[in-house]
C-alpha cells in the first residue's frame, strides 16, 4: 500500500462520522448522546451511518477521480466497502 492509498482510506473513514457529527449538531440541534439515543430506539443508526457515508464518500470518490489522484480515490472505496461491512452488521446481524 502507498501513501496515497492510506491516505484516501483515513480521508473515507473520517468524513462520514464528520458528516454524521455536523447532521446531528447542526440539523437535529441536540447532542451526540441523545441524538445516538434517538437513533437506537428507533433502530435507525444504521440508515443515518449508510446515508453520510454515501454523501461524504461520493463527493469525495468523484472529486479525487477528476483530479486524477487514483490511488486516493481506491482508498476511499475501500473505506466505503468497510462501512458496508459495518452497516449490514448493525441493520441484520444485530
Do not use: E
Request: with cysteine; aromatic share 18%; proline share 1%.
Amino acid at each position: 500500500m502507498n501513501k496515497f492509498f492510506k491516505m484516501g482510506f483515513s480521508y473515507g473513514l473520517i468524513a462520514p462520522l464528520v458528516v454524521l457529527y455536523l447532521y446531528i449538531l447542526i440539523y437535529m440541534k441536540i447532542s451526540l448522546d441523545s441524538a445516538l439515543d434517538i437513533f437506537k430506539k428507533t433502530n435507525t443508526l444504521s440508515h443515518h451511518i449508510s446515508l453520510c457515508v454515501f454523501a461524504s464518500n461520493l463527493i469525495l470518490f468523484f472529486l479525487f477521480i477528476r483530479l486524477n489522484k487514483d490511488d486516493v480515490a481506491k482508498g476511499i472505496l475501500a473505506s466505503t466497502f468497510i462501512y458496508t461491512i459495518i452497516v449490514i452488521y448493525l441493520k441484520f446481524l444485530r
